[in-house]
Nanobody, 126 residues
Framework: QVQLVESGGGLAQAGGSLRLSCAAS????????MGWFRQAPGKEREFVAA????????SYADSVKGRATISRDNAKNTVYLQINSLKPDDTAIYYC???????????????????WGQGTQVTVSS
């Protein structure tokens, strides 16, 4: 069982930056691919970014490509999501998630992820 705890959310101004963290309890964290998803009020949860277990491959949704960077530190059992040039549309609850299996196997689908954090709220004001 992998326990994930997100942090780093809060209120930010449009054009600013936020760095989200997700700490994992599992010592085998380095064997999991990690993803970030978000859910805005009244909308379905959507894919934001993913990173392979080794950190060597990353993937992004078009909505954040060029503005976001996903990274991980396997020694600290932590994955990060940095978002720059924040927009009001980035307002959502952000979740990190973990999964195993082939990286390119539907990495954008939340159904492929086995473990989820409780989420952290990000609010971007204009």
């Amino acid at each position: 069982q992998v326990q994930l705890v997100e942090s780093g959310g809060g209120l930010a101004q449009a054009g600013g930056s936020l760095r989200l963290s997700c700490a994992a309890s599992e010592r085998t964290f380095s064997s999991y691919h990690m993803g970030w998803f978000r859910q805005a009020p009244g909308k379905e949860r959507e894919f934001v970014a993913a990173i392979m277990w080794s950190g060597s491959i990353t993937s992004y949704a078009d909505s954040v490509k060029g503005r976001a960077t996903i990274s991980r530190d396997n020694a600290k059992n932590t994955v990060y999501l940095q978002i720059n040039s924040l927009k009001p549309d980035d307002t959502a609850i952000y979740y990190c998630a973990a999964r195993r299996g082939p990286y390119y196997n539907d990495y954008r689908s939340d159904l492929r992820y086995d473990y989820w954090g409780q989420g952290t709220q990000v609010t971007v004001s204009s």
